[in-house]
């Protein structure tokens, strides 16, 4: 799998619409878009912008999402890549991949850069697993971090990246000049869940007795992923059974079965 670059266009486009509830956190990245927009406008002065956005928190509260919306609002390619992608990968390959994946990114700028799952290809060095495949892990590290400290901000590429373990996280990585800025994207609370909710039913049928608050007071801790999925469950639901429109019962259904999924995912993992 090549580095993937979305250039999304105007039907797939993902902007701050798209992103229900973290409100602090899209403020944060409001500053991204801007200096995407104009990199000009904030270099002119000799001030030196984040080169890194890191956003911590836990799986399917909306990193990506966000992280394509900060391309999509600003209106730049988007340049993505997974930490796990390089996880089994032979020797010298992940390195290539991360130079191969910058100098792209350059010619496009400006641009985003994104690293999902960073903690798998950043956890700190010289700890944990069998040596070999630590030393391409290791490898591709620190070519990552040749790469951030050989670019300047002005020409434009802003890398993001996505964790749930910044515990774990090489320090090299989180030093000034790196990813210098953390962006908490948390689960949300009850009026994020409502907010949620209300996006992903917007393009479905809904029957009048669906009430997107006690759906949403039925939800807590559900991440905004569990809220997609259950939402689409539910709709698939009613359709199984020839309704014309999606019902309260249906969304209950279906948020028993999502729930249902989380257990069964936990008790596997304990
Ligand atoms: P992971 O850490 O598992 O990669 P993530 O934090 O990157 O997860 P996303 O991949 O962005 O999560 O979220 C998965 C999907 O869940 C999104 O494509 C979207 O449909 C839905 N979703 C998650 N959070 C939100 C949100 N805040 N608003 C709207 N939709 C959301």
Known sequence: KAALYENLDEHTRITFKDVAGLDEAKAEVMEVVDFLKDPKKYTKLGGKLPKGVLLVGPPGTGKTLLAKAVAGEADV???????????EM????????????????????????????IDAVGRSRGKGAMMGANDERENTLNQ?????????????????????RPDVLDSALLRPGRFDRQIMVDKPDLKGRIDIFTVHTKKLSLSP??????????????????IANAANEAALLASRQNKLTIEMK????AIERVIAGLEKRNKVIN
């Open 144 to 164: 990552l971090l040749v790469e951030m400290d050989g670019f300047a901000t002005d020409k434009g590429v802003i890398l993001m990246a996505a964790t749930n």
């Open 77 to 87: 390619p988007f340049f993505s890549l997974s930490g796990s992608d390089f996880v």
């Open 90 to 117: 032979f020797v010298g390959v992940g390195a290539a991949r991360v130079r191969d994946l910058f100098k792209q990114a350059k010619e496009k700028a400006p641009c985003i850069i994104f690293i999902d799952e």
């Open 250 to 253: 249906d969304f209950e259904d």
């Open 209 to 226: 007795d669906v009430n997107l608050k006690a759906l949403a007071s039925q939800t807590p801790g559900f991440a905004g992923a569990e």
